[in-house]
């Protein structure tokens, strides 16, 4: 199963032992998953913890990322993700996540977003919230 996580599922994996926090590792953890990211994604993640020498947090961050296909910035996801945003009236970065999904072939994109989001209308995969597991 191709899954795309949002810098969310992330965070919450990382922070914390409340429900949707153990079901964020859970997720993480599971091996029987592929998962895709974005430069987007890291691009929300990565510098603060850079920034503040919260080393810890980074190496978790990194340790995700490490050997997972990564979807570049690029003019082409732009576009991709302006046709979303139009589509299904997207915030920004929500669109950038999704276009990047739909681009590598995910089966689904998880995300911490409560449902009924606009993000959960997309048809092009099946979107899932991390607090309806």
Request: net charge neutral; no cysteine; hydrophobic share 45%.
């Amino acid at each position: 199963m191709k899954t795309f996580l949002d810098s969310g599922v992330l965070l919450f994996a990382w922070l914390g032992n409340s429900p949707r926090s153990i079901e964020a590792k859970s997720i993480v953890a599971d091996e029987s998953r592929n998962f895709l990211t974005s430069d987007a994604v890291k691009l929300e993640l990565l510098p603060k913890p850079t920034f503040e020498k919260r080393r810890a947090e980074l190496e978790y961050y990194n340790d995700h990322f490490k050997g997972i296909a990564s979807e570049p910035l690029s003019k082409e996801l732009g576009v991709e993700a302006l046709t979303l945003a139009k589509k299904y009236d997207l915030a920004a970065m929500d669109a950038l996540h999704l276009a990047s999904a739909i681009r590598q072939g995910a089966d689904e994109f998880i995300t911490s977003e409560l449902p009924g989001k606009l993000m959960f209308r997309v048809k092009e995969l099946k979107v899932i919230s991390l607090h309806s597991l």
